[in-house]
């Protein structure tokens, strides 16, 4: 902003203004031209020296006093007169005040800013001036003869500077700012610094020295008037008492002397928070009320302490100081709320104890340590909980049964009782029920007083050994109160099931066993507990002859020995054996069962312990097992089945339209379509082309369809009906002609037909020649020749045959009137 100077100068400054103004109009207005012998300022004086020549004349040299030479000149800024500002004045020596000389202005401003008397050299400004935009001009001055229109003297350059008042305020370009420090800090923390800029010369005068003071913000606060540092003034401000402060900073020019400009901004400066206050409960005693159906794991309460300070230095950590206490309940901290939330570790038993006291401490978990002189920063306080009384479901005297009962027990034999009980103080009585699934079958019912559990049916051991059921308890004042306890019932064994012989394998006796060879060792199975069948023992039955090819011999280790009483098997006379065998248990009771073993008698292989069958002998030696037999007869079938697809595959696949353009016979085109029978051949014969002695006079068509002439019969096929067009060009065609001058003659045609269609076509000539005494052995010409075959016979072979020997009888009587129409005509 400009000021005006008439507004803020002091009478001192104005003085002295006015002083150097009439100063420079005298001293410093007179420039010194410069001409080329000498210069000198039109104020100054010249000395003059005498000397005596040898002659008696006295000569006297003038030397001329040097003179100053002043290359710049001084203007104020923000003239705020109506008239122009005088500058200063430039003058030549060679002006001698006649008006001969004028003087031109160039350069920086001149003759729009700066103005010049021609005559008199007067420099003006015509404008106000502001230094902070431009702080000085350069401009060239010449003096020129106005009769030669010739310079006088070279073109001087000089420099008018703009003189510097103080128009300019200091200013804070960033502001207004923010800045904190921490609270409880020490008198003469640093804090924040301002900078105020001052776009007046700081090389003139006081008007850009600045000087910072505190207009609002004391006495929190203060400033260094040189540096602009803010620091503390007050020592123990607190946070919590007051957080934010708004601090205004002045800077003054002129050294903050009277008259000086000046410009503000504002701090605002915020306390952080420091740990400096312990956390504290609002109360010391508290109660809370939790019934006794509480579930453990799940918050029961909650406590909370308050922290007057912030962030990290206002979180908590909770404890339960007594032993009782922390057995039952255990404590911890909610983040978001910073409340303790009390947990419960146990159940609770209202009918054990009803009330549990609990002592609490709350402390800071981040301490300063400068901060310690403070004391202690944790407190007490103390939470009663009273238990109360719930109505509580049935509790069972066992967390789970394992009953047991015997296999084959009576319908309603007594397996166990389960017994529960109403823990609440009145006791009511309870009552019990098994819990039914649907898809299970029911084994088990429980008497709904006494809670005995009984057998619904007979049960087997080996079909399911072990039972588990759900019993449910309530109480009978309040049915909707349950509980329920998992029973297992295991079924005990006994001696129900015979035991039997182990036949899975099959017994081979080898013709070439001797008497008391043993032949097989047999074990038995038997399906209930070891227990009750840990020995079998064996023997043939009882009241049948003995058998006079084989014994048995009891082990007594649960196996027996089947061993030949006779030597000599042979397969061709008996191959089959079936021996009975009798085993029994040492269970109670006794049971027992009849095997049946059969043997087979083979031709064994020599050399070896196996007992192998002639048969699978073969195999055996081949080292190959019926599993490799059968996915090597998987591989061949497979290989097969893709030969076969293979063939009809290559049977089924289409030829194409042209097989090479060697093989080319005529322009035959192949469709994949079913034909219409005989009458296709007509559009391909080519019997005129395979002999040339063959050919007609006319020629077919096989694009349009000509005027058609029927000859022959009119009983004749469609097939047998032959269709002409007269040719473009007669040829006469010798059975001798050159199979060269034929083709001439068939392509001259073709290119002067005008029917022909409008694409190209290939032709192929074949000749099998002429004069073979062997003939022809192609069926091309057949057509043309007579046939001798008698097809008479066709009418003899049924109705079957009867259309076939219609045609042919009727294409001999045709080519039989061919034959005669042309004798005739021959002999005409």
């Given at each position: 902003?400009?000021?005006?100077?008439?507004?803020?100068?002091?009478?001192?400054?104005?003085?002295?203004?006015?002083?150097?103004?009439?100063?420079?109009?005298?001293?410093?207005?007179?420039?010194?031209?410069?001409?080329?012998?000498?210069?000198?300022?039109?104020?100054?004086?010249?000395?003059?020296?005498?000397?005596?020549?040898?002659?008696?004349?006295?000569?006297?040299?003038?030397?001329?006093?040097?003179?100053?030479?002043?290359?710049?000149?001084?203007?104020?800024?923000?003239?705020?007169?109506?008239?122009?500002?005088?500058?200063?004045?430039?003058?030549?020596?060679?002006?001698?005040?006649?008006?001969?000389?004028?003087?031109?202005?160039?350069?920086?401003?001149?003759?729009?800013?700066?103005?010049?008397?021609?005559?008199?050299?007067?420099?003006?400004?015509?404008?106000?001036?502001?230094?902070?935009?431009?702080?000085?001009?350069?401009?060239?001055?010449?003096?020129?003869?106005?009769?030669?229109?010739?310079?006088?003297?070279?073109?001087?350059?000089?420099?008018?500077?703009?003189?510097?008042?103080?128009?300019?305020a200091p200013k804070f370009p960033d502001g207004p700012f923010v800045t904190s420090v921490p609270e409880m800090s020490e008198i003469g923390m640093s804090v924040f610094q301002v900078t105020a800029t001052d776009a007046d010369d700081p090389t003139y005068g006081n008007s850009a020295r600045v000087v910072y003071s505190v207009l609002h913000g004391q006495p929190y606060f203060s400033v260094d008037p040189k540096t602009g540092i803010i620091r503390t003034a007050l020592a123990d401000m607190d946070r919590e008492a007051r957080e934010?402060?708004?601090?205004?900073?002045?800077?003054?020019?002129?050294?903050?002397?009277?008259?000086?400009?000046?410009?503000?901004?504002?701090?605002?400066?915020?306390?952080?928070?420091?740990?400096?206050?312990?956390?504290?409960?609002?109360?010391?005693?508290?109660?809370?009320?939790?019934?006794?159906?509480?579930?453990?794991?799940?918050?029961?309460?909650?406590?909370?302490?308050?922290?007057?300070?912030?962030?990290?230095?206002?979180?908590?950590?909770?404890?339960?100081?007594?032993?009782?206490?922390?057995?039952m309940f255990s404590i911890s901290t909610d983040k978001d709320t910073r409340e303790g939330i009390i947990t419960l570790r146990k159940p609770l038993n209202y009918e054990k104890k009803k009330q549990y006291s609990l002592h609490i401490s709350a402390e800071n978990t981040h301490l300063d340590p400068r901060l310690s002189y403070l004391g202690s920063f944790k407190d007490d306080a103390t939470l009663k909980i009273t238990v109360g009384d719930v109505d509580e479901s049935p509790v069972f005297s066992m967390d789970y049964y394992i009953m047991e009962v015997y296999e084959n027990a009576k319908v309603g034999t007594e397996v166990g009782a389960v017994t529960a009980r109403d823990p609440d103080s009145k006791n009511s009585p309870v009552r019990y029920f098994i819990e039914r699934s649907e898809d299970k079958e029911?084994?088990?019912?429980?008497?709904?007083?006494?809670?005995?559990?009984?057998?619904?049916?007979?049960?087997?051991?080996?079909?399911?050994?072990?039972?588990?059921?759900?019993?449910?308890?309530?109480?009978?004042?309040?049915?909707?109160?349950?509980?329920?306890?998992?029973?297992?019932?295991?079924?005990?064994?006994?001696?129900?099931?015979?035991?039997?012989?182990?036949?899975?394998?099959?017994?081979?006796?080898?013709?070439?066993?001797?008497?008391?060879?043993?032949?097989?060792?047999?074990?038995?199975?038997?399906?209930?507990?070891?227990?009750?069948?840990?020995?079998?023992?064996?023997?043939?039955?009882?009241?049948?002859?003995?058998?006079?090819?084989?014994?048995?011999?009891?082990?007594?280790?649960?196996?027996?020995?089947?061993?030949?009483?006779?030597?000599?098997?042979?397969?061709?006379?008996?191959?089959?054996?079936?021996?009975?065998?009798?085993?029994?248990?040492?269970?109670?009771?006794?049971?027992?069962?009849?095997?049946?073993?059969?043997?087979?008698?083979?031709?064994?292989?020599?050399?070896?312990?196996?007992?192998?069958?002639?048969?699978?002998?073969?195999?055996?030696?081949?080292?190959?097992?019926?599993?490799?037999?059968?996915?090597?007869?998987?591989?061949?079938?497979?290989?097969?089945?893709?030969?076969?697809?293979?063939?009809?595959?290559?049977?089924?696949?289409?030829?194409?339209?042209?097989?090479?353009?060697?093989?080319?016979?005529?322009?035959?085109?192949?469709?994949?379509?079913?034909?219409?029978?005989?009458?296709?051949?007509?559009?391909?014969?080519?019997?005129?082309?395979?002999?040339?002695?063959?050919?007609?006079?006319?020629?077919?068509?096989?694009?349009?369809?000509?005027?058609?002439?029927?000859?022959?019969?009119?009983?004749?096929?469609?097939?047998?009906?032959?269709?002409?067009?007269?040719?473009?060009?007669?040829?006469?065609?010798?059975?001798?002609?050159?199979?060269?001058?034929?083709?001439?003659?068939?392509?001259?045609?073709?290119?002067?037909?005008?029917?022909?269609?409008?694409?190209?076509?290939?032709?192929?000539?074949?000749?099998?020649?002429?004069?073979?005494?062997?003939?022809?052995?192609?069926?091309?010409?057949?057509?043309?020749?007579?046939?001798?075959?008698?097809?008479?016979?066709?009418?003899?072979?049924?109705?079957?045959?009867?259309?076939?020997?219609?045609?042919?009888?009727?294409?001999?009587?045709?080519?039989?009137?061919?034959?005669?129409?042309?004798?005739?005509?021959?002999?005409?």
């Amino acid at each position: 902003m400009k000021v005006n100077p008439s507004s803020c100068l002091c009478p001192v400054l104005l003085c002295l203004c006015f002083l150097e103004r009439g100063y420079e109009a005298s001293h410093y207005g007179q420039i010194k031209g410069i001409s080329r012998n000498q210069t000198k300022v039109s104020s100054r004086n010249h000395n003059a020296t005498h000397n005596q020549t040898k002659d008696g004349k006295t000569e006297v040299h003038h030397r001329p006093k040097r003179g100053w030479i002043w290359n710049q000149f001084f203007v104020l800024e923000e003239h705020i007169g109506s008239d122009a500002q005088y500058v200063g004045k430039l003058h030549s020596n060679s002006d001698k005040g006649d008006g001969s000389v004028r003087y031109i202005l160039s350069g920086e401003g001149a003759g729009t800013i700066f103005i010049i008397n021609e005559v008199t050299g007067d420099i003006h400004a015509t404008k106000s001036l502001d230094r902070e935009k431009k702080s000085h001009y350069v401009l060239h001055a010449q003096a020129i003869d106005r009769n030669t229109n010739k310079p006088l003297e070279p073109e001087s350059e000089f420099i008018i500077k703009v003189q510097d008042i103080n128009d300019n305020a200091p200013k804070f370009p960033d502001g207004p700012f923010v800045t904190s420090v921490p609270e409880m800090s020490e008198i003469g923390m640093s804090v924040f610094q301002v900078t105020a800029t001052d776009a007046d010369d700081p090389t003139y005068g006081n008007s850009a020295r600045v000087v910072y003071s505190v207009l609002h913000g004391q006495p929190y606060f203060s400033v260094d008037p040189k540096t602009g540092i803010i620091r503390t003034a007050l020592a123990d401000m607190d946070r919590e008492a007051r957080e934010h402060y708004s601090v205004v900073i002045q800077a003054k020019d002129m050294a903050g002397q009277v008259g000086g400009l000046s410009g503000s901004t504002t701090i605002n400066i915020t306390l952080t928070d420091i740990n400096d206050n312990p956390p504290k409960f609002p109360q010391k005693n508290y109660q809370v009320f939790v019934p006794e159906s509480s579930q453990v794991g799940k918050p029961v309460g909650k406590i909370k302490a308050t922290d007057e300070d912030i962030g990290i230095n206002a979180e908590i950590k909770y404890s339960i100081l007594n032993p009782e206490g922390a057995a039952m309940f255990s404590i911890s901290t909610d983040k978001d709320t910073r409340e303790g939330i009390i947990t419960l570790r146990k159940p609770l038993n209202y009918e054990k104890k009803k009330q549990y006291s609990l002592h609490i401490s709350a402390e800071n978990t981040h301490l300063d340590p400068r901060l310690s002189y403070l004391g202690s920063f944790k407190d007490d306080a103390t939470l009663k909980i009273t238990v109360g009384d719930v109505d509580e479901s049935p509790v069972f005297s066992m967390d789970y049964y394992i009953m047991e009962v015997y296999e084959n027990a009576k319908v309603g034999t007594e397996v166990g009782a389960v017994t529960a009980r109403d823990p609440d103080s009145k006791n009511s009585p309870v009552r019990y029920f098994i819990e039914r699934s649907e898809d299970k079958e029911v084994y088990f019912d429980i008497e709904s007083i006494s809670g005995v559990i009984r057998t619904t049916q007979l049960l087997d051991r080996e079909e399911m050994p072990w039972h588990n059921i759900t019993v449910m308890a309530t109480e009978e004042d309040n049915p909707s109160l349950q509980s329920q306890v998992p029973v297992t019932v295991q079924v005990l064994d006994v001696n129900d099931n015979p035991p039997k012989i182990n036949s899975d394998e099959e017994i081979i006796i080898c013709e070439s066993t001797r008497a008391g060879q043993v032949i097989q060792t047999i074990t038995a199975v038997d399906k209930d507990d070891f227990a009750n069948g840990k020995g079998f023992s064996f023997s043939f039955p009882g009241g049948i002859p003995a058998n006079p090819n084989f014994t048995i011999k009891d082990n007594e280790d649960s196996t027996a020995s089947i061993i030949a009483r006779r030597r000599r098997f042979h397969r061709l006379t008996q191959e089959l054996y079936e021996v009975p065998v009798v085993v029994w248990d040492d269970g109670e009771p006794i049971l027992s069962s009849t095997g049946t073993l059969t043997l087979t008698v083979c031709s064994c292989q020599r050399g070896t312990r196996l007992k192998i069958c002639q048969g699978e002998a073969f195999l055996s030696s081949a080292g190959l097992s019926t599993g490799a037999l059968i996915a090597i007869l998987l591989c061949v079938l497979i290989l097969l089945a893709i030969v076969i697809l293979f063939i009809t595959l290559r049977r089924s696949k289409k030829e194409p339209l042209i097989i090479s353009e060697e093989d080319i016979r005529e322009n035959v085109v192949m469709y994949d379509d079913e034909g219409g029978g005989e009458e296709d051949t007509e559009a391909y014969d080519i019997i005129a082309l395979r002999n040339p002695a063959a050919a007609e006079e006319l020629k077919f068509r096989r694009d349009v369809r000509p005027d058609c002439v029927r000859l022959g019969s009119s009983k004749r096929p469609l097939h047998h009906v032959e269709n002409y067009r007269l040719s473009p060009t007669s040829l006469d065609i010798d059975a001798k002609m050159d199979v060269g001058e034929f083709i001439k003659q068939r392509v001259a045609e073709a290119d002067q037909d005008t029917s022909i269609p409008p694409y190209d076509s290939l032709q192929t000539y074949a000749y099998e020649g002429q004069g073979s005494p062997a003939g022809t052995i192609s069926s091309l010409g057949s057509a043309g020749a007579h046939s001798e075959q008698d097809y008479n016979c066709l009418d003899e072979w049924g109705p079957e045959f009867q259309k076939l020997a219609e045609l042919y009888g009727d294409e001999v009587e045709s080519e039989s009137s061919s034959t005669e129409k042309a004798e005739s005509e021959k002999q005409t």
